[in-house]
């Protein structure tokens, strides 16, 4: 086991070693590195995945779904919030740590000669555990954008574009259409596209490279709609299917959107010979998990987690903790990355706070909490500059009446570091509440 425990480690310095080549837009490299490995996309099948904000719900409805019916599914997403296996799932657990560490040497073996980056190497691996496990099915969530990610070297059955923001402007382009255009690049043609963007400068776009391509559009509120004002009880109208009385288990909202476009992407598969039954798609809306969407670590007082990191994505966990919880004061613990809108992020999650604790998640690019303390008193915030992640929850827990929210957020670096050290458990802040 000792030995098993050094090469995981060996394992994961080369991957994260990889993150100095940084991301690099362009298929080029992965085509590259999956020919050498023999071109193990082109014996899958595939859900693809696009999106600002829900391509992680969606995946996960899908793939609940896919299992429940008895499927052999696979899910590849990113990032992971405590371990690399996360990112990599097929049926219902992570990799093992011994495929991982196989794969990696086998590939490295391979691929010498050749460049590439961190997502590119690691979505190559999955791709090849996922042939070796013959799953029926992945389910493949896009990385950054969509046209030049890796992930689009393949050819999927389904492609789904979910909501969309402005986020990762530096690699997508500052505009709505600038990124609706690289995330339809994820469109095949002649291959079905599920669409659950609004806005109409983002559905001209999809539209048109949908016409361009011959793929066929599935729209939210014109080929398949929702009813219904609770994700605890909605009715989904789709392309054939007319199912009332539906549950979602990830909690908020706009997970009913996302439930959606997860069921037209069903609908369609069944088309494709994957046919899913009524109880299935209950069952697996009700059991699909994400951690860190709102999840409930403790009670009294209340500490959620959630990696809500731009501002659509704000807009929603607002909205959401208003709608999942009742509580007398909101505290936040507040971490992110300073190539993110923090200020536009702040001004969802700031008001309702009654205090807010701000905290340096591990990282270089994490942003600085005292120029987070001058943005917020200038609005008028009680804010603390509480350090790492740790102390800004002891912080929070100090605070909180029994009946409050504590709320740690901003990034899942954020999230992350606080599900690896749990400090909502430590023993003097819980004899304080």
Wanted: net charge positive.
């Amino acid at each position: 086991m000792v030995a098993m425990d050094a090469s995981y480690s060996e394992t994961l310095r080369y991957l994260f070693g990889l993150e100095v080549f940084g991301i690099r837009p362009g298929l080029e490299s992965v085509n590259q590195l999956l020919a050498r490995v023999g071109d193990p996309h082109r014996c899958l099948r595939f859900v693809h995945v696009a999106g600002t904000s829900g391509k992680g719900s969606v995946s996960a409805f899908i793939h609940a779904i896919l299992q429940a019916a008895g499927y052999n599914a696979g899910l590849y997403t990113s990032p992971h919030l405590l371990d690399f296996t996360e990112r990599i799932q097929a049926g219902d657990r992570p990799i093992p740590v011994e495929d991982l560490v196989r794969l990696t040497d086998w590939m490295r073996a391979r691929a010498e000669g050749l460049s590439y980056t961190f997502f590119e190497f690691t979505t190559t691996l999955a791709l090849l555990y996922f042939l070796e496990q013959k799953v029926d099915v992945v389910v493949l969530e896009a990385g950054l954008g969509g046209r030049l990610d890796a992930t689009n070297a393949v050819v999927p059955r389904v492609s789904v574009i979910t909501t969309i923001s402005l986020d990762h402007t530096e690699y997508l382009g500052g505009r709505l259409a600038d990124i609706a255009f690289e995330k339809g690049g994820i469109i095949k043609p002649g291959i079905p596209a599920v669409i659950t963007a609004t806005q109409r400068t983002v559905i001209s776009v999809l539209e048109a490279v949908c016409r361009e391509r011959g793929a066929p559009l599935c729209l939210l509120n014109r080929d398949f709609r929702l009813r219904g004002r609770n994700r605890r009880d909605f009715t989904y109208l789709g392309l054939s299917l007319r199912l009332r009385h539906l549950e979602t288990g990830l909690a908020g909202r706009f997970q009913m959107t996302n439930a959606a476009a997860a069921l037209a992407s069903i609908e369609l598969l069944s088309r494709e010979d994957f046919p899913v039954a009524e109880e299935h798609i209950r069952r697996g809306l009700r059991e699909a998990f994400i951690p860190a969407r709102l999840q409930v670590v403790r009670r009294n007082p209340t500490v959620v987690l959630d990696g809500a990191h731009n501002p659509g994505k704000a807009r929603q966990l607002a909205r959401a903790v208003d709608e999942e919880f009742t509580y007398r004061s909101l505290h936040l613990v507040f971490g992110i990355m300073r190539d993110k809108d923090a200020r536009a992020v702040l001004k969802h999650l700031a008001p309702p706070a009654k205090r807010i604790f701000l905290v340096r998640p591990p990282g270089a690019r994490s942003a600085d909490p005292a120029a987070l303390q001058a943005i917020l008193e200038k609005r008028g915030s009680d804010a603390y500059v509480a350090g790492g992640v740790s102390e800004g929850i002891r912080m929070a827990m100090e605070d909180a009446h029994p009946d409050d929210l504590i709320l740690v957020c901003g990034s899942f670096y954020t999230v992350s570091e606080a599900l690896a050290h749990k400090a909502w458990e430590n023993k003097s802040a819980m004899a304080a509440t």
